[in-house]
Each structure stands twice: as C-alpha cells, then as structure tokens.
C-alpha cells in the first residue's frame, strides 16, 4: 500500500446541473414524507437547456405538486438566466403509480426484534461506509477542503459580496501524503460562473477568488497553501453563466462527491432520490456510522466498512471491515464488534436514526440538504449517522 501519494478530489456548487437534480429529487422525497412519513417514491430528474423532465414512481396517498416543487427549487438555488429559470422551464413528468405494498407499511418504532428480523430489502447492493482522523469531521482531507470551498462559492455569491457570480461552479483539491498522512496543498482548481464575460475581467475575478474565497476557507486549515502549491482559477477563461442551458444534469451522477471524493469506495447506486426503504441509500448512512465510531474509538486511524445485501433478506450477507494496516486490533476482530454491537437491518436502520420522520422534524426540508456538499462528514447539519454515540462499545 502506498504511503507517499498525492491525491485530489473535487466538489460542486448547488448550482451544478448533476447537484441540481439531486436537490430536486430530494426535495420531492421531503415533501412525500412530510405529508405521510410511511409513503414511498423513487424520483430522478434530468435538466437541459429551458427543460426538467422528472421521472418518479410511488404510492399514491400523497397529494404532491411535483412541478411546483422543482419551480421552487430552481428559484431557490438562484437560477434566474434566459435560457433557464424556475418560471419559463418546461417541465415534462412520467408519473407511475406504485402497487400497494404492505410489507413495508410499517411502524418500526413498535416492532419487535423478530419483527425487525422480517422486514426484508428489496433490492440488491453493496455500500461502504469510511472514516480517518485526517479531519475533526472524520473525512478526508480533499472531500473535506473541495466541499468547503464549494460552499464559500456560493456564500460569496448570496451575500453579493462576488454579486457577478452565478450558482454553477466546480472545485478540486490536491494534497499530497507523506507515510499515509497529509502533508502539504498540492493544487487548488476553483472554476466560478459569471453572468458577462467582460464584468469583471479574468484577472480581477482570479483576484476576487483568492481573496473572498480561497483564503477564508484555508484561514483556520492546520495545512495551508505555500508557495509551491499550485493554484488554478478559471483557467480556459471565462466560465459564462454555466448551469443547464450549457450543460446537461442528472439526479445520482456525482456519488464520489456525496461521499468521500474517490478516496474510499462508494456504491455506483444513486443516494438522492429516494425513500429511507432503499437500502441502497440508508444502507450507505450505516457504514458511515459504523466506520465513523471506530476511528473515532481509536481502533483504527482508517476504516472502511462495506455491507452486501441481497433481495428477501433483512440482514447484510456480508460485512467486511478494511483498516489499511492502521489498525489496532485485527480487522476480523472489529467486524464481530459490529454485527455484535450494531443493528444493519432495513427496518433497524430506519428506526435508530428515525429516517421516515425527519423531514417533519426538520421543518420539510432535510433530504433536500444533504444533495449538496456531501451526505456525510456534514458537519453543518444534525445527521444521526455522524453521531458517536456507539465508540463505548470498544
């Protein structure tokens, strides 16, 4: 295994097309679970130049305006150009009702452990859930620093102190290890729209960049920039306006940047989009949580756990834990810790962390936070998966 590399990752504004559809999605899953936190829907969005077009399938006991909830999204993320806006877009919906389920209509918090045991997935995948002390969130060092410039992007653009910006933007951080450990800021790439091409220019955008958006994300970093670090800002020139009347978006297309920047595994399955029945989503928020409270144990300064699971079965049929050499008791050992000590069935899943009712509690909007800046390491919100309420049981 490597211990000198240097390694990148990249984030995205809420702007992005990709991000865009995710928060749409989730959004639509917000408001379902918030009229009736036992209803079920499957949605996926796609954006283009003045078009949506949403794809969703679900239980029919919900009275949803699924048009008007993208409308007000794409409004809220600050879309507001010609070729694309919450009030012109055409909005084109396949809507599927699903079959009634009763297998699934059910109230976790009232059943049994052999209740729990019969409430099978329904469908097939496998997820992996990291964490290291690289970070106070857990994370890695990239995914961490590529998200908290992205962020500042768009603080910049809402608070009008960068008021030329528009909400697509891109980063991407380098930082090269040395014995496995972060060593120093290889590269920063910050690509920002802008709504004119001549307003500012180039140089006075790289400039205002540095200044309002580089320098305060790296203010309180233990690891800065030096003189050697590479630093990229728009460098094709000026990025006009971006969003989807320049490029395309779907819903699920940035899974490495929702978890851990290709640092670590992640599921080729979307997370956003769906109800807290798909274990191809919650199952993801386990592993976190599982990985999470063994670095934060110290058993390990990293941890990868992966889940497999298989259609008709409540448990995962396998649980694999990677520590990378950095462990300090044997990886199968840690493995037995967990199916011991944690619960890693769909219904026990949704019930520890209380999946179906968050939405409500949060006011209808809670899903919708996490299709931007990462599902997990956030830091920025209460999210039951990053809670370390599990490290006394090492």
């Known amino acids: 295994m490597k211990k000198d590399f240097m390694f990148t990752s990249e984030s995205v504004t809420e702007g992005h097309p990709d991000k865009l559809c995710d928060q749409i999605s989730d959004a ?26 949403l794809a969703a399938r679900f239980e029919p006991n919900t009275n949803v305006d699924f048009t008007n909830i993208a409308r007000q999204v794409i409004e809220q993320v600050g879309y507001e150009h010609k070729e694309f806006n919450g009030k012109t877009c055409s909005i084109l919906t396949s809507l599927r009702e699903l079959p009634f389920d009763t297998h699934h209509l059910f109230d976790e918090n009232t059943l049994s452990d052999a209740e729990i045991e019969k409430i099978t997935v329904n469908n097939q995948v496998t997820v992996f859930g990291f964490a290291c002390n690289q970070t106070s969130s857990f994370m890695p060092l990239p995914i961490w620093l590529a998200h908290k410039l992205a962020k500042q992007i768009t603080q910049v653009r809402r608070q009008k102190i960068l008021p030329y910006l528009t909400p697509d933007g891109k980063t991407q951080i380098g930082v090269e290890y040395k014995n496995r450990r972060p060593y120093r800021i290889h590269s920063i790439t910050v690509i920002a729209s802008q709504n004119k091409a001549s307003k500012p220019e180039l140089q006075q955008l790289q400039d205002d960049i540095r200044e309002t958006v580089i320098s305060p994300v790296f203010q309180n970093e233990d690891i800065k920039p030096d003189a ?7 460098p094709d020139g000026p990025f006009i306006r971006g969003g989807p009347g320049l490029h395309s978006g779907l819903t699920g297309r940035k ?3 929702d978890t851990y920047g290709e640092y670590s595994k992640h599921s080729g ?9 798909r274990i191809d989503r919650i199952g993801a928020y386990i592993a976190r949580y599982a990985a999470k409270n063994i670095v934060a144990a110290k058993l390990a300064d990293e941890c990868e756990v992966q889940l497999s699971y298989s259609i008709g079965l409540s448990r995962p049929v396998s649980v ?18 967990l199916e011991k000590y944690f619960d890693f069935r769909l219904a026990g899943i949704i019930k520890q962390f209380n999946l179906r009712h968050l939405p409500s509690l949060n006011k209808g ?30």
């Open 28 to 53: 639509i899953v917000d408001r379902f679970l918030q009229q009736d936190p036992y209803s079920r829907v499957i949605t996926e969005c796609a954006v283009s130049t003045g078009i949506v077009f």
């Open 269 to 277: 399955s979307a997370l956003s989009g769906k109800d807290p029945i």
């Open 255 to 257: 899974n490495a940047i």
């Open 365 to 394: 909007c809670f899903y919708r936070k996490l299709a931007a800046y990462g599902h997990v390491g956030r830091m920025d919100l209460e999210l039951p998966w990053e809670k370390l309420d599990k490290v006394d049981v090492f």
């Open 320 to 337: 694999q834990v990677e520590t990378f050499g950095t462990g300090k008791i044997g990886d199968e050992e840690i493995t037995i810790l």
């Open 228 to 234: 050697q670090t590479r630093i990229f800002i728009n």
